[in-house]
Nanobody, 115 residues
Framework: QPVESGGGSVQPGGSLRLSCAAP????????MSWHRQSPGKQREWVGL???????NYGDFARGRFTLTRKNNENMVYLDLNDLKPEDTAVYYC???????????WGQGTQVTVSS
């Protein structure tokens, strides 16, 4: 399963970089997707990056969050900028095999935005 890291506490307007280590080689076969879940709310989609580096984002993330991947390191990064208190959530990475659709969730990493 993928492994997330990089969460923490930050003040409003701050930035964080979340990392996701893929479960195997991501150079050609994985789409990596990020989701988040706040207490009492359903898990919501943040964005994804395909094996061809095509990205797409949820409306709240577009313009503030950026996905990148380094295939030689089997890593995907989610840069969170201009963070707001409503971005407080556990952020989850999901790896999706593009040929089969099989997927795997990470354990999540906590992001807290508070003054």
């Amino acid at each position: 399963q993928p492994v997330e890291s990089g969460g923490g506490s930050v003040q409003p307007g701050g930035s964080l970089r979340l990392s996701c280590a893929a479960p195997g080689s991501i150079s050609t076969i994985y789409t990596m997707s990020w989701h988040r879940q706040s207490p009492g709310k359903q898990r919501e989609w943040v964005g994804l990056i395909t094996s061809k580096n095509v990205t797409n984002y949820g409306d709240f993330a577009r313009g503030r969050f950026t996905l990148t991947r380094k295939n030689n390191e089997n890593m995907v990064y989610l840069d969170l900028n201009d963070l707001k208190p409503e971005d407080t959530a556990v952020y989850y990475c999901k790896s999706i095999l593009e040929d089969t659709g099989l997927f795997s969730w990470g354990q999540g990493t906590q992001v807290t935005v508070s003054s």
